[in-house]
């Protein structure tokens, strides 16, 4: 029981970290705007794509492989539509007031 819960705890984790690389490179293009606003949907995109390779069957050493790819496209499409929707709906007007003011 224990062995199965850090198995699971350091496959989402990997997860996890896979799914950071899509984030920051789409952040490090768009010169960190609406980064923190993309970092949810980055991490949820990831494990949730990653999850979807042991549910369809792939259970064995290529499902591991598979699930880091999933994890890695699942986090770029998120995030992507994070970024479209931060742009699309103008939610850097709206978080305005939360940002630091220059001096």
Do not use: H, K, Q
């Not at 850090?6 to 952040?27: D, N, Q």
């Not at 390779?53 to 999933?70: C, D, F, K, Q, R």
Request: hydrophobic content about 55%; some cysteine; proline content about 2%.
């Amino acid at each position: 029981m224990l062995f199965d819960a850090i198995f699971l705890f350091l496959f989402v984790a990997t997860w996890l970290l896979i799914s950071s690389l899509s984030w920051i490179a789409l952040s490090l293009r768009r010169r960190a705007r609406g980064s923190i606003w993309a970092a949810p949907f980055a991490a949820l995109g990831g494990v949730g794509g990653a999850v979807l390779v042991p549910v369809a069957g792939l259970t064995n050493e290529l499902g591991v492989g598979v699930s880091m790819i999933a994890a890695l496209a699942g986090s770029a499409c998120t995030c992507w539509l994070g970024f479209y929707c931060w742009d699309r709906f103008g939610l850097d007007r709206r978080f305005a007031g939360l940002a630091r003011r220059r001096r």
